[in-house]
């Protein structure tokens, strides 16, 4: 490499870097103005400056506006929204914390990057800094987007475990005669130890409940709200319980066992795929040795008797 060549590629990636952290501060900038037009024009609003009622510093609070312009310019759908809720993140300094990860995320990796210029002894310095500099911007704006959708997935598969047994105590609390609304606020008072993540969403149902909402929007905003099917089967067997009327015990006894019936062919697609996968495993490395245990010695006496005939 020439060194009009290399010192081209170090230039070009100092500049990607300084780039990355330019766009940053000015998010930052431009975020902290955003917020003080806000504030005079709709002091009580929620939103950008609602962070600063939370008990942070003002570093903090700049820091998760910067993430939350972040967001806007990468999602322009509204999903992080919707992955905060399935991921139980609905407390001002839950999100404080996570936006304010979203800003400080491009800094951490425009820091590497200029670490890695300054320490690592390895060929063709120039085109990895190039290459490390542009991978640090796209991570920068879309790893935080997958590790919120790990996040969400994970719980909307421990709330998804949850469901049968949510399913059993309704059937037995609406049995001893319960309402609907007595049953949930009944499983919210003594249920949290054994439905740790579904109380959570029940408890916040109640509390909308309480302030006067109606049930069948309540359940429906929940359902919507957490995306696992299988609770949104029994939220919509209770809504049109308490819209139409009428027994409730056999509708939610035949989505139970819906529900059950969906769990037993999930597993056995599970056991499927797991099969393939130990056949593959089995093949390469089970296969190989079994061959050679079995023909490996007919093998040796085979050669054994060839040689024998040569020398004859």
Do not use: C
């Amino acid at each position: 490499m020439t060194p009009v060549l290399f010192a081209s590629l170090v230039a070009g990636a100092i500049l990607i870097a300084l780039f990355g952290v330019g766009v940053v501060a000015i998010l930052l900038l431009r975020a902290r103005a955003e917020s003080h037009i806000r504030q005079r024009l709709a002091p009580e609003a929620g939103g950008l400056e609602a962070f600063e009622d939370t008990p942070s510093t003002p570093l903090l609070a700049s820091m998760a506006r910067g993430g939350r312009v972040m967001e806007g310019i990468v999602d322009t759908e509204g999903e992080s929204g919707r992955l905060l809720l399935q991921a139980g993140w609905r407390r001002a300094d839950q999100r404080v914390l996570w936006y304010a990860f979203q800003a400080a995320l491009p800094v951490l990796l425009a820091a590497l990057v200029l670490v890695f210029w300054a320490f690592a002894q390895v060929p063709n310095k120039g085109i990895m800094l190039l290459l490390f500099s542009f991978a640090a911007i796209v991570l920068a704006f879309l790893l935080p987007r997958w590790i919120l959708r790990g996040v969400a997935a994970s719980r909307q598969r421990r709330i998804k475990s949850e469901v049968p047994l949510f399913l059993h105590l309704l059937v037995l609390l609406f049995e001893a005669g319960l309402s609907s609304r007595q049953a949930l606020a009944s499983l919210v008072r003594e249920g949290r130890g054994v439905l740790p993540e579904l109380g959570l969403e029940l408890e916040l149902l109640i509390r909308q409940l309480d302030a006067g909402a109606d049930i069948a929007e309540a359940l429906k905003n929940l359902s919507e709200s957490v995306a696992v099917e299988d609770l949104s089967t029994v939220l919509a067997v209770l809504r049109q319980v308490d819209r139409y009327g009428g027994e409730v015990r056999e509708p939610l006894l035949e989505a139970l066992g819906v529900i059950e019936e969906r769990r037993s062919l999930d597993l056995r697609e599970r056991v499927n795929l797991l099969s393939g996968r130990m056949t593959v495993v089995m093949v390469m490395f089970f296969f190989p040795a079994l061959l050679v245990f079995v023909a490996g010695p007919a093998f040796l006496a085979l050669i054994r008797a060839l040689g024998e005939v040569n020398v004859r």
